[in-house]
């Protein structure tokens, strides 16, 4: 009996997870469609516009992504909040009021940093003519930050009260939104001018708030949702909330922060290393980067799931809803690393003319990073599941910490090691990175282990 037990909570939490982190999957593959679609149209203009492009992205995807994490907050304090009480409306909107105002504080001075985008390029000795570029990309598309904020605490919001699929609808917009638009942007299509990378960076910017738009809508007219009234008294001061998004959110912003700014300096390693190692991993992290979507989704389902848990004091919940949630996205890394060990090129040829001669040395490398990446799929989904169980108990210090060890100290002097020490060059920055999550994946996972010993729950 104990056994049919255990298959039938498994079967149910592994179900309720599913349904609620899918929409959440499409919905991160909707958001990283958006700069991968950027990375498609600039390479098409040619591998050293790719390169420019690839510099401009991830020097934007570094402050994007901190503030992104600042901005989940609000999803395990909704989901605490609703596990409490069904309908805890006044907790609910003063979490996403004071959500959006830490939006707004955050991205004024990153619009300041960003503005100077080829000075700091300079600094990481990147090539004047590469980093002039970048900065065509990364001033229109500096603006798009705050409607993707304003997206991202609305998102949570959605899903903290498992409909999520509202997000996935407008984000699926701005994505068909954005390759129409960059396509005639870059090139100069449907009478459009062609503006090449500043093009790019503008049509990004207008998906960006088509999606927060869009969304916003949502949440104002449906009737699950205007009954919360998120917008109203906007302007009123709720410091004692507006101090936990940050206590909270803080730690998530530089755990997150942590990790995409070390595959940040492997970028500015491999343009110290060469232009062809640049190119093939803009990529190679591109399709390594859309795969982590789906345990990235899984694990924000898992913060909702276990924070609901966590709202009711329900420690076997919680653990389940942990458990469950890792066992789907081992199922699913499984699959991903087999795709990159079996069809690289064509993998690779989605983003690059296999036919063009030109390409041949980018391609190559980008295949031979794949299989380093394939190689760091179920240690990937590991630590990224487990971060958002232990931001499901509200538990992001910590991990921070973890995150510090495993990127910078681990990942990053093993990447420096290999890649200029050993002579390796890009697959050595790329050994690199996957030693970096396996020490990060490690860490979590013991720590959401002992959860009940070291007084977490």
């Known amino acids: ?263 940040n300096a492997a970028v500015f390693l491999m343009g110290m290393i060469g232009e062809p190692e640049l190119a093939a991993h803009a990529v190679a992290i591109q399709i390594a980067s859309l795969c982590f979507m789906v345990p990235l989704g899984i694990g924000q389902a898992t913060t909702v799931r276990v924070g609901l848990a966590y709202g009711r004091h329900d420690r076997v919940g919680v653990g389940r809803a942990g458990w469950a949630a890792f066992g789907v996205t081992m199922a699913f890394m499984v699959c991903s690393a087999g795709l990159m060990l079996l069809v690289p090129r064509f993998l690779v040829g989605l983003f690059l003319d296999l036919h063009n001669p030109a390409n041949a040395h980018v391609i190559d490398l980008a295949v031979a990073f794949l299989t380093v990446a394939a190689l760091f799929q179920l240690v990937d989904g590991a630590q990224a599941v487990g971060a958002g169980m232990l931001r499901g108990i509200h538990d992001t210090a910590v991990p921070m910490a973890f995150a510090a060890v495993g990127y910078w100290v681990i990942g990053f002097g093993t990447a420096i090691l290999f890649a200029f020490r050993l002579g390796w060059g890009g697959i050595g920055v790329w050994i690199g990175l996957a030693a970096g999550l396996a020490a990060a994946a490690v860490l979590m996972m013991t720590r959401w282990t002992r959860r009940e010993k070291l007084g977490l729950i």
């Open 1 to 263: 009996m104990s056994g049919m037990q255990d298959r039938s909570w498994w079967r149910g939490e592994a179900r309720a997870t599913a349904m609620l982190a899918y929409p959440l999957v499409l919905t991160n593959l909707a958001q990283a469609l958006i700069p991968a679609t950027d990375v498609v149209l600039l390479g098409w203009a040619g591998p050293r516009v790719l390169a420019a492009g690839s510099l401009g992205v991830n020097l934007y995807n570094a402050c994007m992504i901190f503030g992104v994490g600042v901005m989940i907050a609000a999803s395990p304090m909704m989901a605490r909040a609703l596990g409490q009480r069904a309908h805890n409306v006044r907790d609910v909107r003063r979490t996403v009021r004071q959500s959006l105002w830490a939006a707004v504080a955050l991205v004024i001075p990153m619009w300041l940093l960003l503005w100077h985008a080829e000075g700091i390029l300079l600094l990481f000795r990147q090539e004047p003519d590469l980093a002039r570029q970048a900065s065509h990309l990364v001033r229109p598309m500096m603006f798009g930050m705050l409607p993707l904020f304003v997206y991202q605490v609305l998102k949570s919001f959605v899903s903290a009260l498992e409909r999520p699929g509202w997000a996935f609808a407008a984000g699926a917009f701005a994505v068909l939104s954005n390759a129409i638009l960059n396509y005639a942007l870059i090139f100069g299509k449907f009478g459009l001018p062609a503006l090449g990378l500043y093009g790019a960076g503008l049509g990004s910017t207008i998906s960006n708030s088509v999606m927060a738009i869009g969304l916003a809508v949502v949440v104002m007219r449906h009737r699950q949702f205007r009954r919360y009234h998120l917008f109203g008294n906007f302007w009123r001061a709720d410091w004692a909330r507006f101090a936990q998004v940050w206590r909270l959110g803080l730690p998530i912003a530089v755990t997150l922060g942590m990790e995409v700014t070390i595959f």
